[in-house]
T-cell receptor, first 116, second 110 residues
Framework: GDSVTQMEGPVTLSEEAFLTINCTYT??????LFWYVQYPGEGLQLLLK?????DKGSNKGFEATYRKETTSFHLEKGSVQVSDSAVYFC???????????????FGKGTKLSVKP | SQTIHQWPATLVQPVGSPLSLECTVE??????LYWYRQAAGRGLQLLFY??????ISSEVPQNLSASRPQDRQFILSSKKLLLSDSGFYLC?????????FGSGTRLTVV
């Protein structure tokens, strides 16, 4: 079945460092890809998404490009801040399977800690 | 508004006790609704989804159940909690732009 694999954390960086969180997926069709962020004690928030190959999602300085050839959707940010400390989840949607429901399949999450 | 309300925010329950977590949504009618559980070290697991009133699909066999008595209400229940039911439970709805999640319920079974 479809699956998402993301790099294990925790990841600890200094403020203004470059961030990469790797994410690869396995899917039989053409899924949409997402990054969600979870701040401590809160639910998940959509960070960015991409719906087709070569699309780039971006938000709050974060970017990720849908790479079909490498089945990847790596999250990057050029200069992280302390406020970026959170857990980041990569996910894919199997909406392409048809029907009205599109279940999100999540990776296990990567905890990011940014030190001042 | 696509707001999702979940309560309670935290809950501590003894083993063997019943459970009822409620999720209500605002916005468009007939939303697709989801219950996810986040357990330590295991990421997010889809438990149930519903495409309409009375329509529930279960993704994993377990001692939990779900019901959708009204269009914008989604309830997660258990008759007898197990220690392994501890976790962070999230309700979600899907929208054109992606999923919107509630703020979650932290359940600790003792």
């Amino acid at each position: 079945g479809d699956s998402v694999t993301q790099m294990e954390g925790p990841v600890t960086l200094s403020e203004e460092a470059f961030l990469t969180i790797n994410c690869t997926y396995t899917a039989t069709g053409y899924p949409s890809l997402f990054w969600y962020v979870q701040y401590p004690g809160e639910g998940l928030q959509l960070l960015l998404k991409a719906t087709k190959a070569d699309d780039k999602g971006s938000n709050k300085g974060f970017e990720a490009t849908y790479r079909k050839e490498t089945t990847s959707f790596h999250l990057e940010k050029g200069s992280v801040q302390v406020s970026d400390s959170a857990v980041y989840f990569c996910a894919l949607s199997d909406r392409y399977r048809g029907g009205s429901q599109g279940n999100l399949i999540f990776g296990k999450g990567t905890k990011l800690s940014v030190k001042p | 508004s696509q707001t999702i309300h979940q309560w309670p925010a935290t809950l501590v329950q003894p083993v063997g006790s019943p459970l009822s977590l409620e999720c209500t949504v605002e916005g468009t009618s007939n939303p697709n609704l989801y219950w996810y559980r986040q357990a330590a070290g295991r990421g997010l697991q889809l438990l149930f989804y519903s495409v309409g009133i009375g329509q529930i699909s279960s993704e994993v066999p377990q001692n939990l159940s779900a019901s959708r008595p009204q269009d914008r209400q989604f309830i997660l229940s258990s008759k007898k909690l197990l220690l392994s039911d501890s976790g962070f439970y999230l309700c979600a709805r899907d929208t054109y732009y992606g999923y919107t999640f509630g703020s979650g319920t932290r359940l600790t079974v003792v």
